[in-house]
């Protein structure tokens, strides 16, 4: 059984630093391509990074050239690096498996992922 467990969130002025950690069980995150996916109140949960198995890496327009997405295999975890937070990046945030390869619909949320609970990025303008 996967289980993803994510951390590292907090209240932070806009321009600021974050980063984001997801600690996985159940199976090897350099086995799998994994996404970070935010939600924002009143808004459909949708990614932001991929990461896929030969470590190519994507951003949704909002976070490239800010966000970065990386994993350390020896901790089997997986981690989003956020600079110059914007107020509109103020979400819960969410790590997920999604099978081998960051395929076009990465960003879209799919039947049977497994979640945590989420860890709140709160960013002050």
């Known amino acids: 059984q996967v289980q993803v467990a994510e951390s590292g969130g907090g209240l932070v002025q806009a321009g600021g630093s974050l980063r984001l950690s997801c600690t996985v069980s159940?199976?090897?995150?350099?086995?799998?391509?994994m996404v970070w996916f935010v939600q924002a109140p009143g808004k459909e949960r949708e990614g932001v990074s991929c990461?896929?198995?030969?470590?190519?890496?994507y951003y949704a327009d909002s976070v490239k050239g800010r966000f970065t997405i990386y994993r350390d295999s020896a901790k089997n975890t997986l981690y989003l690096q956020m600079n110059s937070l914007k107020f509109e990046d103020t979400a819960m945030y969410y790590c997920?498996?999604?099978?081998?390869?960051?395929?076009?619909?990465?960003?879209?949320?799919?039947?049977?992922?497994?979640w945590g609970q989420g860890t709140q990025v709160t960013v002050s303008s």
């Open positions: 997920s498996a999604i099978g081998n390869y960051c395929s076009a619909s990465w960003r879209l949320v799919r039947p049977g992922l497994s």
């Open positions: 159940g199976l090897r995150v350099d086995d799998v391509a």
């Open positions: 990461i896929n198995r030969s470590d190519g890496t």
